[in-house]
């Protein structure tokens, strides 16, 4: 698959759910965080491509991790929707963010 078919794919496949319904793939330790300055595209690519070499750079600087329990927390209470997208096994996430305020 070339680079811009996948990068397609992969943003066809990104869409808004509520965090309540992705509890299973945390409690699973499948749920991986994406900082907001980072396009979640991007990320979800770079997955899909094993990229280890850029995603071990994210990782060691905290812009991409497994979502931890305060997050997982702060989406619950919040009932926050999130941006997700499944690269197999994971299923990368990052908050939604809006222009209201």
């Keep these: 698959m ?17 965090w ?10 499948t749920a991986i965080y994406v900082a907001p300055e980072l396009d979640l595209t991007l990320v ?14 994210w990782m060691q ?4 991790q497994p979502v931890s329990d305060e997050q997982a927390n702060q989406w619950f209470e919040a009932n926050a929707i999130v941006w997700a997208v499944v690269v197999k096994p994971w299923v990368v996430v990052q ?5 209201d305020g």
């Design 2 to 18: 070339t680079d811009d078919i996948l990068k397609a794919k992969v943003n066809l496949e990104t869409a808004p759910i509520p």
């Design 61 to 64: 600087v905290n812009q991409v």
């Design 44 to 57: 979800a690519t770079a997955m899909a491509e094993d990229n280890a070499a850029q995603i071990q750079h």
């Design 95 to 99: 908050e939604r963010v809006t222009d």
């Design 20 to 29: 309540h319904e992705l509890q299973r793939f945390f409690a699973g330790g």
